[in-house]
């Protein structure tokens, strides 16, 4: 209830004087506390909202806020044991306290990742990062960039006036659209595989005048950069498929909330929205940038709505769904980057040929993100079906050192072995009935002289700081998986494995969202193909 009216009064002033972005403002200059307090007067919210969401993020709370660089401490920069390095270099321009640290820059294919005066930048060496921090200047975030079937995400856009005309063709027709899209069996891409038509459908039917778009390009997965490629590479696919969306619930408002880590990002897109005012090619559709400031949880639908809202970004419980109670409780249609840059080719082509790419259960194509560890990182659009060892080897041009085994789909996807490498596909169905997750299909490789205790310590250690608090099984038992795992690096202390089992089965089933619910995962597996360099640190029983 309380949540509710802080919504309901920050939404009076709804997106053009928005309390989220005057809370992350008031934190950037460092302001007094009686200018919080005055934010809260304002909105007519007590003090304690503004404190609440101000404390949350990593860039907005006050023992951060005269961070002058932070250092990605990503799971793929983490591997490639490039930052302590890198920041013993760094703390030769700058005092121990101005420097921050940040989940994931989306360097994750040249590592030595950092970000600095509202840019990202890889430093490989001393001189590198001299003339960085002197210069200041931009550096281009390169990376290879390939296709292996028709494609649909990395195709060149040649005209955008020609582009955006596909939308007179479907503007009036929601039932056409919905049919397409059906046809196609196009599938959430941020992890969860979401029939997409089916979000379009449920808004359709909500009768509130009022509705949203919501793009979530809160790409928080270290190891991914999809989101971010589509971003600042193909714009216009994500904007266009908004838009669509837009017109076909009547929707005249897109948000999209990209990661304040990906700064080009919100520049690219920025300028992309300028172009459309200019060329007026979407009428009266309005778009809003909501930039984040460092949450991992934030890419969590439900968070994501509380926190443009202005509210702590705690998940919320559902039902209601965002479908009939979205942003600031209006009926929202939200999905994923990469999921929104589907739509433009599936009208232009038909549902039917999407859906002859793929599997009859995983249709069409998915960005896959390869580390600093192949010979040819970068960002891969890769038919649904083809075989991790193609993938790897045809396109990531296999490993530079020996690798143990790799993480695929973020923090909560799946340790795979070597050799579990000949049995699966790049698809919803072949990972998941193997007992991973296809996730955001990032690979995030691991050494093989990383210890495997250390991967497992740094997963719970990563939920235990991501965690929105709200739920106790996470908020307090990741801490505790944390806790042991140390301990057992530290002194002749043994897990009691049942007790560890039971932890991760309470985690599992007592979580209210993917955070909590989903780091088991990975641990299992690697208790499961790891349990001869794991059981140094566990009792028998
Ligand atoms: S599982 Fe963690 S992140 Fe999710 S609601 Fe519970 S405390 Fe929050």
Not at 109 to 119: G, Q
Not at 227 to 247: I, P, R, T
Not at 277 to 288: H, R, S, V, Y
Not at 496 to 511: A, H, K, N, P, V
Request: glycine share 8%.
């Amino acid at each position: 209830m309380a949540n509710k009216n802080i919504r309901a009064l920050s939404s009076r002033k709804e997106l053009n004087d928005n309390l989220f972005e005057n809370i992350a403002g008031l934190s950037q200059k460092n302001v007094s506390k009686e200018d919080f307090q005055e934010l809260a007067k304002r909105f007519m919210i007590d003090d304690s909202v503004v404190v609440g969401a101000a404390s949350f993020y990593d860039f907005t709370r006050e023992e951060n806020r005269n961070k002058k660089i932070h250092v990605c401490s990503g799971t793929a920069c983490m591997m490639a044991n490039t930052q302590s390095k890198l920041k013993k270099n760094i703390e030769n321009y700058f005092d121990k306290s101005e420097i921050g640290h940040a989940a994931c820059v989306g360097r994750c294919h040249s590592s030595n990742a950092f970000m600095f005066d509202s840019k990202t930048y890889s430093a490989t060496n001393e001189k590198e990062l001299s003339s960085i921090i002197s210069d200041k200047k931009h550096q281009e975030n390169n990376y290879n960039i390939g296709c292996n079937t028709t494609p649909i995400l990395t195709s060149k856009i040649e005209n955008i006036s020609n582009f955006y005309s596909l939308a007179e063709k479907f503007k009036e027709k929601p039932q056409q659209v919905i049919q397409e899209l059906k046809t196609s069996n196009l599938r959430g891409r941020g992890g969860a595989g979401f029939p997409f038509w089916f979000k379009l459908d449920a808004v359709i039917k909500e009768s509130n005048p009022k509705k949203y778009i919501v793009c979530n390009a809160d790409e928080g997965d270290p190891g991914a950069y999809s989101d971010m490629y589509l971003m600042e590479h193909q714009a216009h696919k994500v904007l266009f498929g908004m838009y669509l969306s837009g017109l076909t619930v009547s929707a005249n408002t897109g948000v999209l909330y990209i990661r304040g880590e990906y700064p080009d990002s919100i520049k690219i897109v920025g300028e992309a929205i300028n172009e459309l005012k200019e060329k007026n090619l979407i009428g009266d559709f309005k778009f809003k940038i909501i930039r984040g400031q460092g949450s991992y949880v934030c890419g969590e639908e439900t968070a994501l709505l509380n926190s443009i809202e202005g509210l702590r970004p705690e998940v919320r419980v559902r039902p209601p769904y965002p479908a009939q109670y979205g942003l600031y409780g209006k009926p929202t249609v939200l999905s994923n980057v990469e999921t929104f840059a589907n739509i433009h080719w599936i009208l232009e082509n038909g549902g039917e040929a999407f859906a002859k790419l793929g599997t009859k259960q995983s249709t069409g194509t998915k960005l896959v993100s390869l580390d600093s560890f192949f010979n040819k990182p970068g960002m891969y659009e890769i038919e649904m079906g083809t075989d991790l060892h193609t993938i790897f080897s045809e396109f990531g041009g296999g490993f530079k050192s020996k690798i143990k085994g790799f993480q695929i789909g973020g923090p909560l996807g799946g340790i795979v072995p070597m050799h579990k490498i000949a049995d699966l596909t790049l698809d919803f169905e072949s990972l998941n009935s193997n007992g991973f997750l296809l996730g955001h299909a990032s690979v995030v490789s691991i050494p093989t002289d990383f210890p495997m205790v250390k991967f497992l310590e740094h997963l719970m250690e990563f939920t235990s700081d991501e965690s929105c608090g709200k739920c106790y099984p996470c908020r307090i038992g990741s801490f505790r998986g944390m806790e042991m795992l140390q301990k057992a690096q530290t002194s002749s202390y043994k897990i009691d494995r049942q007790l560890f089992d039971d932890l991760l089965e309470t985690l599992e089933i007592g979580s209210l969202c993917a955070l909590g619910g989903g780091v088991p995962l990975p641990i299992k597996n690697a208790l499961q193909y790891f349990e001869e360099e794991l059981k140094h640190y566990f009792t028998s029983n």
